[in-house]
């Protein structure tokens, strides 16, 4: 159907597949007009008393919304809204607002002021960690001052209607808030294929595009009304006329009937028409992402990233925290395997209780096993979890980062010394975990044959891979079109460390996004991967395409693509592939 001329299409990145159209609501609207009366002596305990129902009205907001991201998201992410009722106790908050409402101010200028100036201090601190609270004193002061003059909120975690959520980027933190019943898509100027948001966005199911950069900027983030997200296509479509929406009523359906297709695969195994058979496991975060696993039936989980059970709080989890959480995925996935990534913080993903100084490149910096490796203290509290947790479950141990066998004689040995504490304290734990390494950067593709002496199992992490092999920041829109999975020099690498795992005997799987992407699976059929990890709700258009193909032509169709010279001339090679299997 054609499209009318006044409905403008921004093209992004394809995020989170499916497809959601709505009101649109702008995060970043946050501005409203103060008051300016002035507050007469008369009147001062009037104000003061609106001030301290505001923050009534706040802590109860902020209880109910940390219950609902604790039942809905998981507990991790629910503990930033307990350091911001905190906040609502401070006194350096509390009693300045009073002070100044005592000398004429009225109430809600004087909560801007004082939150405005506490922020400006904090910003202004050597600590990091102080550092970092001043966005959650604006957040904070932000709730207050609603509350306080009965303005509806912004905050995603209150959405009473269903938007569709346009923002400059989401960080972890808002990511974690966004309500699968609420949220009916989302759309951003920054980020990638493989930035956290758009991991989540997946993982819940939620229709996304990002990176759409200057353009959304421009044209859609202040102004737009309405908006139409295709996910799988990575378009915007700002204030659809009403052609584009019958069109996009009739995608939706059809998405919705292949939808329904795929799920009935639920019971089928992932394996070809010639009989070779591939394992597919999921990504998971926390022990509140199973849901979507169970509702595939994935072979496993592949990859637990272990880091968001250490964010969104003040301090270390404990070793008993952790092995809940741990204890939790591996009885319910009881012999289905659960690899278990050790801490891979750094990068993008930060921690601010740690107060890790500013890097000129976090991503080449001081992050994941190097961090553990330095912070034993930290590694061995986590070791001592996995390995409590291994006597419930199919654990697999899985150290992030490597890029060097010192770095994994190095960790094997921490592990030694954990597993000996343990058989101190009379821990049961699984005599036989098996420990593997990721494989995602050049340093260890390259040295493949070396590592995998020292190890059980490979995990090709492909958005570090890439990023690190044709050195474009995965967090960088300005260079998302560099970022390219299917780069021959990329390819070349997988096929390196397939050969290098299998000729010492041991598997060779992969847990980056591009195990998760259609058009690369016969691909990476073709080239033998044992497993692929992915997040859940990729499970069963992948299993469809394994049911589909013959290992035979797979192994074909993967010596032709590593044949050809340019990305381009591969993606277009792989299309065609998927094209002729008629998916549906
Ligand atoms: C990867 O780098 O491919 C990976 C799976 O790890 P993360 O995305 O958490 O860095
Ligand atoms: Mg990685």
């Given at each position: 159907?054609?499209?009318?001329?006044?409905?403008?299409?921004?093209?992004?990145?394809?995020?989170s597949?499916g497809i959601a159209g709505g009101p649109v609501y702008h995060l970043?609207a946050?501005?409203?007009?103060?008051?300016?009366?002035?507050?007469?002596?008369?009147?001062?305990?009037?104000?003061?008393?609106?001030?301290?129902?505001?923050?009534?009205?706040?802590?109860?907001?902020?209880?109910?919304i940390?219950?609902r991201?604790?039942?809905e998201v998981?507990?991790?992410?629910?503990?930033?809204?307990?350091?911001?009722?905190?906040?609502?106790?401070?006194?350096?908050?509390?009693?300045?607002?009073?002070?100044?409402?005592?000398?004429?101010?009225?109430?809600?200028?004087?909560?801007?002021?004082?939150?405005?100036?506490?922020?400006?201090?904090?910003?202004?601190?050597?600590?990091?960690?102080?550092?970092?609270?001043?966005?959650?004193?604006?957040?904070?002061?932000?709730?207050?001052?609603?509350?306080?003059?009965?303005?509806a909120g912004p905050a995603l975690a209150d959405l009473e209607e269903l938007v569709v959520v346009f923002a400059?980027?989401l960080?972890?933190?808002e990511t974690?808030q966004l309500r699968p019943d609420r949220v009916l898509a989302f759309a951003?100027?920054?980020?990638?294929?493989?930035?956290?948001?758009?991991?989540?966005a997946?993982?819940l199911e939620i229709p996304a595009v990002?990176?759409?950069?200057?353009?959304?900027?421009?044209?859609?983030?202040?102004?737009a009304k309405e908006a139409i997200v295709d996910g799988?296509?990575?378009?915007v479509i700002l204030d659809p006329?009403?052609?584009d929406w019958?069109?996009y009523r009739?995608?939706k359906e059809?998405y919705r009937?292949?939808?329904?297709?795929?799920?009935?695969?639920?019971?089928?195994?992932?394996?070809?028409?010639?009989?070779?058979?591939?394992?597919?496991?999921?990504?998971?975060?926390?022990?509140?992402?199973?849901?979507?696993?169970?509702?595939?039936?994935?072979?496993?989980?592949?990859?637990?990233?272990?880091?968001?059970?250490?964010?969104?709080?003040?301090?270390?989890?404990?070793?008993?925290?952790?092995?809940?959480?741990?204890?939790?995925?591996?009885?319910?996935?009881?012999?289905?395997?659960?690899?278990?990534?050790?801490?891979?913080?750094?990068?993008?993903?930060?921690?601010?209780?740690?107060?890790?100084?500013?890097?000129?490149?976090?991503?080449?910096?001081?992050?994941?096993?190097?961090?553990?490796?330095?912070?034993?203290?930290?590694?061995?509290?986590?070791?001592?979890?996995?390995?409590?947790?291994?006597?419930?479950?199919?654990?697999?141990?899985?150290?992030?980062?490597?890029?060097?066998?010192?770095?994994?004689?190095?960790?094997?040995?921490?592990?030694?010394?954990?597993?000996?504490?343990?058989?101190?304290?009379?821990?049961?734990?699984?005599?036989?975990?098996?420990?593997?390494?990721?494989?995602?950067?050049?340093?260890?593709?390259?040295?493949?044959?070396?590592?995998?002496?020292?190890?059980?199992?490979?995990?090709?992490?492909?958005?570090?891979?890439?990023?690190?092999?044709?050195?474009?920041?995965?967090?960088?829109?300005?260079?998302?079109?560099?970022?390219?999975?299917?780069?021959?020099?990329?390819?070349?690498?997988?096929?390196?460390?397939?050969?290098?795992?299998?000729?010492?005997?041991?598997?060779?799987?992969?847990?980056?996004?591009?195990?998760?992407?259609?058009?690369?699976?016969?691909?990476?059929?073709?080239?033998?991967?044992?497993?692929?990890?992915?997040?859940?709700?990729?499970?069963?258009?992948?299993?469809?395409?394994?049911?589909?193909?013959?290992?035979?032509?797979?192994?074909?169709?993967?010596?032709?693509?590593?044949?050809?010279?340019?990305?381009?001339?591969?993606?277009?090679?792989?299309?065609?592939?998927?094209?002729?299997?008629?998916?549906?």
């Amino acid at each position: 159907m054609a499209r009318e001329k006044q409905a403008l299409v921004l093209k992004g990145t394809a995020a989170s597949p499916g497809i959601a159209g709505g009101p649109v609501y702008h995060l970043e609207a946050r501005e409203f007009p103060l008051p300016t009366y002035q507050v007469s002596p008369e009147r001062v305990p009037e104000e003061i008393a609106a001030f301290h129902r505001a923050l009534r009205e706040t802590e109860g907001k902020l209880e109910t919304i940390k219950k609902r991201v604790a039942r809905e998201v998981g507990a991790d992410k629910a503990a930033i809204f307990a350091a911001h009722q905190l906040v609502l106790q401070d006194p350096a908050l509390v009693d300045e607002v009073e002070k100044r409402i005592r000398q004429g101010t009225n109430g809600a200028r004087a909560i801007a002021a004082v939150v405005s100036e506490l922020e400006e201090m904090l910003a202004q601190l050597e600590d990091e960690y102080l550092r970092e609270r001043a966005a959650d004193i604006r957040d904070v002061g932000d709730r207050i001052l609603r509350n306080f003059l009965g303005v509806a909120g912004p905050a995603l975690a209150d959405l009473e209607e269903l938007v569709v959520v346009f923002a400059r980027d989401l960080s972890p933190s808002e990511t974690a808030q966004l309500r699968p019943d609420r949220v009916l898509a989302f759309a951003t100027v920054t980020g990638g294929r493989t930035s956290h948001a758009a991991i989540i966005a997946r993982s819940l199911e939620i229709p996304a595009v990002v990176g759409l950069g200057e353009a959304m900027e421009r044209q859609g983030l202040s102004r737009a009304k309405e908006a139409i997200v295709d996910g799988t296509r990575g378009e915007v479509i700002l204030d659809p006329t009403p052609a584009d929406w019958a069109e996009y009523r009739e995608r939706k359906e059809k998405y919705r009937g292949f939808h329904r297709r795929l799920v009935s695969l639920r019971e089928l195994p992932a394996q070809t028409p010639d009989g070779h058979r591939v394992e597919l496991l999921a990504n998971i975060g926390s022990p509140a992402d199973l849901k979507g696993v169970e509702k595939v039936n994935a072979d496993g989980i592949g990859l637990f990233r272990t880091e968001f059970l250490y964010m969104d709080r003040n301090s270390l989890p404990t070793e008993e925290e952790q092995f809940l959480a741990y204890r939790e995925v591996a009885e319910k996935l009881a012999s289905r395997p659960v690899v278990i990534r050790t801490l891979d913080i750094g990068g993008d993903k930060e921690l601010p209780y740690l107060g890790l100084a500013q890097e000129g490149n976090p991503f080449l910096g001081w992050r994941a096993i190097r961090y553990c490796l330095d912070r034993t203290d930290v590694f061995k509290v986590q070791l001592a979890a996995i390995l409590r947790a291994s006597a419930y479950g199919t654990i697999r141990l899985m150290f992030p980062m490597i890029a060097s066998v010192e770095e994994v004689r190095q960790a094997r040995a921490v592990l030694a010394e954990v597993r000996a504490e343990l058989d101190r304290r009379g821990e049961a734990y699984d005599d036989r975990l098996q420990v593997g390494v990721m494989i995602e950067t050049p340093g260890a593709a390259l040295t493949a044959d070396i590592l995998a002496r020292e190890v059980d199992f490979f995990s090709i992490g492909t958005n570090d891979l890439v990023q690190y092999s044709l050195a474009v920041d995965r967090e960088n829109e300005r260079v998302s079109h560099l970022f390219e999975t299917f780069h021959p020099g990329v390819l070349r690498l997988i096929k390196g460390i397939i050969a290098a795992g299998h000729a010492a005997g041991i598997p060779v799987a992969m847990c980056g996004e591009m195990a998760g992407e259609v058009r690369a699976i016969p691909l990476l059929l073709g080239l033998g991967l044992d497993e692929l990890s992915m997040s859940a709700p990729a499970v069963p258009l992948v299993k469809q395409v394994i049911r589909s193909l013959s290992w035979r032509d797979a192994r074909q169709m993967a010596n032709h693509a590593l044949g050809l010279n340019t990305a381009g001339e591969i993606r277009a090679y792989m299309d065609r592939c998927l094209e002729n299997l008629n998916l549906g």
